[in-house]
Every structure is written in structure tokens, then in C-alpha cells.
């Protein structure tokens, strides 16, 4: 049972296009919403996190939006780049830390 | 950030066989570990919590007879997958955390188990 919903599977977005990604969740116990980014055979690696007494936070061309009453919350990649083509995670923590991962979502930055 | 260190990167072993993946913090002491599991195209999943010291707490539906968590120091964590049959082929990947206060976990690149 997935605990964190994240939506699309996949999404294909031209170069210097805008990427968007969305993951809603159901506890509220949870205090901390990481995004992380992961290439074919590699580890996650963290990109951007939230804390839900935050609505955004922005780190580059990355952007997290938070809204604590819907419990949702997305990722907005601007300018989106070849190089940026990966698999994106959304995650959810509570105070222990254990992170649950939504489904994932493919991306793919065409030329 | 800080670094974690899985090894091997990637193991082939013959089923029936053990095999030990290890995780190492590099450059800070890693309170809690986590172990997770990744078949392709999917999501993590995770398996085990660990605390130095202490007995891995496993998430419902892992054998922890078969997945063997030890975490003896504050930067080594070790998963050993016992008598390996193929369907325990996957991508396992370990996590580390710095303290209790901290809750950004810190992922290890992965390893890669291949059972024939």
C-alpha cells in the first residue's frame, strides 16, 4: 500500500520546458518531504526538501510547492535540460525518519 | 553533502549462496541506517530500519531470517542476503542518518545482486 501517490509515470517535455510532478499523502504524522533525483543504477540523490511550515522553497531551478490542507505537494522543474532526464522520486518522513517513496516518475528532456 | 559507500557495486552469486553487502558513512557517525530494496522500474522499498547496536526492526513482509541487518558501529551496516535464490535478484540500496534531529537520510550508490 503506498503510502505517498505520485503522478505521472512518465512525462516527455521539450528542452527549456517546465517539468511538474506531482505526490499527495494520507498521514499526517509526516514532517519532511524530500525529492530525489536517480539515474539508471545509481543511488536517489537528494535535490530538494520540505518541511510542511514552509508552502515553497526553491533551489535553483527546482522548486517544491507544498499545501498542507490539501496534502499535496509537487516539483517544478524550469528550464528543463537533457541532462535532467531521470527517474524523480517525491518521499514522506515522520519523526523517525523512515522515508516512503511515492512511485516514481520517468523524465525525459528531448533536444 | 555526506558521502555513504555501498560495496560491492554489483555481485552475481549462485543461488543457494550468502552474500554480504556492505555500508559504510564516510565522513560522519550514522545513528540510524536504512535498507531498501528496488526492482526495476519500481520504486524503493523499504526493508529495515537499524540503530547501532541494536536489533534492525524489519517491515512487515521481510523474512528477517533471510535478510541479515547487523549496524556494530556508527559508520558500518551490513545486509547479508542468506541462501539467495533468483527472485532475491534486485537493487539493494542502504541510507544513513546522522542523528535523531537530523532527518535528511543519506543514500549509498547501490548494489546491484544478480543470484543464477
Known amino acids: 500500500q503506498q503510502q505517498v501517490k505520485q503522478s505521472p509515470q512518465s512525462l516527455i517535455v521539450q528542452k527549456g520546458g517546465i517539468s511538474i510532478i506531482n505526490c499527495a499523502y494520507e498521514?499526517?504524522?509526516?514532517?519532511?518531504f524530500p525529492w530525489y533525483q536517480q539515474f539508471p543504477g545509481k543511488g536517489p540523490a537528494l535535490l530538494i526538501a520540505?518541511?510542511?511550515?514552509?508552502s515553497e522553497k526553491k533551489e535553483g531551478r527546482f522548486t517544491i510547492s507544498f499545501n498542507k490542507s490539501a496534502k499535496q505537494f509537487s516539483l517544478h522543474i524550469m528550464d528543463s535540460q537533457p541532462g535532467d532526464s531521470a527517474t524523480y522520486f517525491c518521499?514522506?518522513?515522520?519523526?523517525?525518519?523512515?522515508?516512503?517513496f511515492g512511485a516514481g516518475t520517468q523524465v525525459v528532456v528531448t533536444p | 553533502g555526506a558521502v555513504v559507500s555501498q560495496h560491492p557495486s554489483w555481485v552475481i552469486c549462485k543461488s543457494g549462496t550468502s552474500v554480504k553487502i556492505e555500508c559504510r558513512s564516510l565522513?560522519?557517525?550514522?545513528?540510524?541506517m536504512f535498507w531498501y530494496r528496488q526492482f526495476p522500474k519500481q520504486s524503493l522499498m523499504l526493508m529495515a530500519t537499524?540503530?547501532?547496536?541494536?536489533?534492525?526492526?524489519?517491515e512487515q513482509g521481510v523474512e528477517k531470517d533471510k535478510f541479515l541487518i547487523n549496524h556494530a558501529s556508527l559508520t558500518l551496516s551490513t545486509l547479508t542476503v542468506t541462501s539467495a535464490h533468483p527472485e532475491d535478484s534486485s537493487f539493494y540500496i542502504c541510507?544513513?542518518?546522522?542523528?535523531?534531529?537530523?532527518?535528511?537520510?543519506?543514500f549509498g550508490q547501490g548494489t546491484r545482486l544478480t543470484v543464477v
Open positions: 541510507s544513513a542518518r546522522d542523528s535523531a534531529e537530523n532527518t535528511e537520510a543519506f
Open positions: 498521514n499526517t504524522a509526516f514532517d519532511y
Open positions: 520540505i518541511r510542511p511550515d514552509v
Open positions: 518521499a514522506a518522513s515522520d519523526s523517525w525518519g523512515k522515508l516512503q
Open positions: 565522513d560522519f557517525q550514522a545513528t540510524t
Open positions: 537499524s540503530n547501532e547496536g541494536s536489533k534492525a526492526t524489519y
